[in-house]
Structure formats: structure tokens, C-alpha cells
């Protein structure tokens, strides 16, 4: 019998299934909706003109490019390659194969439209309505400014059918791959694995001295605040507690984005409120202090996030912890 995940404490919110007519309904407009608002995002959104200029499907470009590379016989990691255009593995190419004969500016659109899709799918699924919040959080804005894979290896997590797209950027994959294991998830990531192996023999070695110039940073690693995440392991035998530790020990890049996963933490509607109006701090604080994005990240969204594991699990904790097992009257 599989564990559940749900934490003893959770408030679990009773509400009558979707029927599945509806949550298809449901997912396809939110896909509809979200290939739209990333298409007109590029020409109308300053911060994606400021970052990605002229050039189509924001960060998804480079998958795209790597793409039809590929299907044209040219070599995937022969461009030149710097801090703002850093390669993708061969998984993430093969992965993009689909969207590698639309058009440059409908390419990332529809790839990130599907992603929501199916992340709503994943939400619907499991009847977690108040997970439909996440659209209003800082990240995932963010996520569709650039065209990113977050919401996507979010779906993962929620369908395990889908776990073979956390190769689609396997940095901040690989917490969901380990706390959402199961053994078709890694039957299904090995074979996509060997047969990019099998297309590109090399492509390993290549690739990994092409990624030196990354910007971001390992959220464990940022002093003094970071190793504080570790208390999260206190609560080990809870999922989310599991996934934050892991999260926090992987690089991540500093334009909110990739935070996006912490939002699998909540667990209720009460939780997932506190969670997006905290996404919003750490945009909120780099607007006031430039500079210092990776510390808001931890403190304004990390370290709530611990909070809020650490009392929701309260009564899991050692009994050395006798405040955060006190339970309200």
C-alpha cells in the first residue's frame, strides 16, 4: 500500500471530485490561456525585451535551437556558449522535440502552455483545489516571463507518469525524481537517458564543461542563513520536508523561477495562501535591495517555508522541541 503523504496535522479540505470531463475542460483552458499570455509576453512585457530582446520563446529557446539542430544532423554543442545562454542536456533536447518545427515565437508558448496543462491536470487529479493558487504566485509569473521548465517538473510530482520530464532540467528535477520516486518514474528517465546517450555518446562530457559559467546558487551554501534548512530534516519522515531539504541542496537560479517548487510544499488552503503571498517577498525585497536576490530567496521564501513544515509536523518532531510540539488551544 502505497504511504501517504499527507502530514497528521494537515487540515484536509473535503471537497466533491471534479468529474473528468471537467478537469480536462479545465486544463485545456488553462493551457489555451497560458500560450497566449507567454506568446503576447514577448513583445509587450519590458522585463522579457530587457532579457531575452527580440529572440523568441525566452529561455526555451536554447532547447528549441538544440532541437532542430538535431533533427538537421548539426552538432547540439558546437554554438558558443556564456552566463546567459547555457546548454541544456541531450534529455532536455529530445524532450523539446515536439515543439522543434513550430515557429520560433510559438515554440516556447505552446511548450509552456502545455505545461500548465498538464500541471493543472496533475492538481485536478488529486482534487487539491486551493494548488490552483499557485498561478497567482511570484515564480510562476516569473516561470512565464522566461518561458521556463518549472512548471512542468511541478507536474511531475503530481503525475508520475509524467516524472520522465524532470530530465527536462534535471538541477531542480532531481528533488522531485527522489522525493516522488517510483520505479516506472525511473524506468522511464533511464530509457530517455540511454537513448540520448545513444544519439550523442558524448554528449556528457561535452555538456558539463559547457555549464562552468551558470548563474545561480546552492541555497544550503548561503551564509549564515542557509544551513538553517537542514532543521527541516527534523521532520524527515515527511514528504515535504524531505523535498525542502533536497530542493535546498541543489543549484537554482535567482530569478524566482525555479522557487516555484516550494509551492508543493502547502497542503492545504490556508498553507498555499501563506506560500504565495510569501513568493511575492523575495521579489519585493530584490526591487528594494538589487543585489541580494539568492538571500531574499532563503529568507523570504525558504525559510517560511521550513516554518511552516516544522509546525505543521510539530508532532513529529523530537521531544527535544517542546515549543514547536505545543499545539494551539
Not at 510559438?106 to 502552455?113: E, R, T
Not at 527541516?232 to 517548487?261: E, G, K, M, N, S
Not at 510539530?314 to 499545539?327: D, V
Request: proline fraction near 8%.
Amino acid at each position: 500500500m502505497a504511504q501517504s503523504t499527507i502530514s497528521p496535522n494537515a487540515v484536509v479540505e473535503a471537497t466533491p471530485p471534479l468529474a473528468t470531463w471537467a478537469r480536462l475542460a479545465v486544463a485545456l483552458l488553462v493551457a489555451l490561456l497560458a500560450a497566449l499570455a507567454s506568446y503576447f509576453n514577448q513583445f509587450f512585457t519590458p522585463l522579457y525585451q530587457d532579457y531575452f530582446a527580440t529572440r523568441g520563446s525566452g529561455d526555451f529557446y536554447w532547447a528549441w535551437r538544440a532541437a532542430n539542430d538535431l533533427l538537421a544532423g548539426r552538432d547540439v554543442y558546437s554554438h558558443v556558449f556564456h552566463a546567459n545562454a547555457i546548454p541544456y542536456p541531450m534529455t532536455t533536447v529530445l524532450i523539446a522535440m515536439p515543439f522543434a518545427l513550430l515557429p520560433e515565437h510559438w515554440a516556447g508558448p505552446m511548450f509552456f502552455g502545455v505545461s500548465c496543462g498538464l500541471l493543472t491536470w496533475g492538481m485536478l487529479r488529486t482534487n487539491e483545489l486551493y494548488r490552483l493558487l499557485v498561478f497567482a504566485s511570484g515564480p510562476f509569473w516569473f516561470a512565464l516571463i522566461s518561458i521556463q521548465w518549472s512548471p512542468l517538473v511541478m507536474a511531475a510530482a503530481l503525475v508520475p507518469a509524467l516524472m520522465v520530464f524532470v530530465l527536462g532540467k534535471p538541477h531542480i528535477g532531481l528533488p522531485v525524481f527522489l522525493t516522488y520516486f517510483s520505479w516506472r518514474g525511473f524506468v522511464a528517465c533511464a530509457a530517455l537517458g540511454l537513448l540520448s546517450l545513444l544519439l550523442a555518446p558524448t554528449w556528457v562530457q561535452r555538456w558539463f564543461f559547457q555549464v562552468n559559467d551558470y548563474k545561480g546558487f546552492v541555497p544550503l551554501l548561503l551564509l549564515p542563513v542557509g544551513p538553517m534548512l537542514l532543521l527541516a530534516l527534523l521532520a524527515w519522515r515527511a514528504t515535504r520536508a524531505r523535498l525542502l531539504a533536497l530542493l535546498a541542496c541543489v543549484p537554482q537560479h535567482y530569478f524566482f523561477y525555479d522557487q516555484l517548487l516550494l509551492l508543493l510544499i502547502p497542503q492545504n488552503r490556508r498553507e498555499m495562501l501563506v506560500g504565495v503571498l510569501f513568493s511575492w517577498l523575495p521579489i519585493i525585497g530584490s526591487l528594494l535591495l538589487p543585489g541580494f536576490r539568492s538571500m531574499w530567496l532563503v529568507v523570504g521564501l525558504y525559510l517560511p517555508m521550513l516554518a511552516l513544515i516544522l509546525w505543521s509536523e510539530r508532532a513529529q518532531l523530537p521531544t527535544k522541541f517542546p515549543l514547536l510540539q505545543r499545539r494551539l488551544p
